[in-house]
């Protein structure tokens, strides 16, 4: 058999740091361990039922068994502007201001190949998502990273750019509530924001995948709420995170309507669109009752504060997310990321994320997903506090 190579675009995809964490974790409990595994961001309960019979009753539909329409049927990109305005107060055209995704990543990974040519500048958060780097990857364009630092509440300090790199930059990617620190934005933050891209000339790209997830009452704020950034940006939005819909691949981009356009051309070359009936179900998702999602919030919180105060107790300094479904824990004194990460895997059996796989300024911390019962947080605090580390009078 002969063996092809990839190319050299292929090559230069970063590696995936997560499979790295993925096999550690099945060692362990190859070795016969119950792993609680705080490792990864897959959301740990099921698409409520409404939303499952819509696409059971649409999947009947002989409509639903042809080719959809290129760029989505119109009752869906309609609900989603029904569903902007609703939440957030923003008013979009659902023609030209929405595109239709196979889910966010699709979407952030497409857009550098929709305005970048090789050698541009991307501003990228870092700490971050690790899949904004893979479509600059696939573009050949060139990653500056915005540190997030705790004295800053993890957002980027614009000023703190070199003007050089500024004045080059093309894209940026933001992220709130955040992957993986869990902090929030305000709207005073997009306003600046629009202000730095707008004397720029960036292209703002805010991915609101946790959208839906504020905690003690705070909504999650829109960048579409902030002045003009429809004329710099967009937004992703996936029904992922809000619905627990991950394994059912349908997001949308919302806001700039160049932006927009790319969006849809490059997937007219890629795809046809979302299997009809994905899309009507997404349609009840966003349209019937929000039952669903006050109570999955309330559940996080309820999570979040059983695993911090539980921590907090056990003499673990560490703070309580503003939302998203993750812990951003600071590592005690002596460790790396990555050997406390190894440490809490092999003698206490919890899986968390070393922070150094989302960019050097992760280090220092692990990331902590809030995706099992209370009754097994409440155990990983347990076992982590029978470490030596923390049973002693060594506390961090
Ligand atoms: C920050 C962030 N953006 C985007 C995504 C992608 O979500 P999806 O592709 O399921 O829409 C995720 C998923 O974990 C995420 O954490």
Redesign the pocket.
């Known amino acids: 058999m002969n063996e092809f190579s990839p190319s050299k675009i292929l090559k230069s995809l970063p590696t995936q740091f997560f499979a790295t964490l993925v096999s550690k974790v099945e060692k362990v409990k190859a070795e016969g361990h119950d792993v609680i595994n705080l490792g990864q961001?897959?959301p740990d309960q099921p698409t409520p039922p409404h939303i499952v019979k819509a696409l059971q009753e649409a999947a009947e539909k002989p409509v639903n068994h042809k080719y959809s329409p290129f760029r989505g049927f119109p009752y869906l990109k309609e609900a989603i502007a029904d569903f902007y305005k609703r939440e957030f107060g923003v008013s979009v055209d659902p023609n030209k201001e929405v595109a239709v995704?196979?889910?966010?990543?699709?979407?952030?990974v497409e857009i550098p190949q929709c305005i970048l040519d090789p050698g541009d500048v991307v501003l990228v958060p870092d700490p971050?998502?690790p899949?904004y780097w893979s479509g600059i990857a696939l573009a050949q364009a060139n990653m500056k990273m915005m540190p997030l630092k705790e004295e800053n509440r993890f957002l980027p300090d614009f000023n703190a750019l070199s003007p050089d790199v500024s004045e080059k930059a093309k894209l940026m990617f933001l992220?709130y509530p955040?992957?993986?620190t869990g902090a929030t934005a305000n709207v005073e933050f997009f306003h600046d924001t629009v202000t730095f891209a707008k004397q720029h000339n960036i292209c703002v790209v805010h991915?609101f995948?946790?959208g839906a997830i504020g905690f003690e009452g705070k909504k999650p704020v829109s960048f579409l709420q902030a002045e003009g950034a429809k004329d710099v940006g967009i937004e992703?939005y996936?029904?992922?995170?809000t619905y627990n819909?991950?394994g059912w691949?349908?997001?949308f981009a919302i806001g700039n309507r160049s932006i927009i356009e790319h969006i849809n051309l490059i997937q007219d070359h890629l795809y046809v669109s979302l299997f009809g009936a994905v899309q009507e179900a997404a349609c009840a998702a966003l349209l019937q009752s929000q039952d669903c999602v006050d109570k999955l919030v309330s559940m996080y919180e309820s999570r979040r504060n059983t695993f911090i105060n539980g921590l907090q107790e056990i003499g673990w300094d560490v703070d309580a997310p503003q939302g998203?479904f993750?812990a951003w824990l600071k590592v005690p004194y002596g460790y790396t990321s990555e050997s406390f990460a190894d440490l809490l895997l092999t003698k206490a059996h919890v899986a968390v994320a070393p922070g150094i796989g989302f960019g050097n300024n992760g280090e220092g911390f692990v990331r902590v997903g809030l995706l099992t019962s209370e009754e097994r947080l409440k155990e990983a605090v347990e076992r982590i506090s029978k470490l030596e580390l923390f049973s002693s009078s060594h506390k961090c």
């Open positions: 961001g897959n995704l196979f889910g966010g990543k699709a979407g952030l971050g998502y899949d992220n955040n992957n993986p991915d995948a946790y992703i996936t029904l992922s995170k819909m991950a691949r349908v997001a998203s993750f």
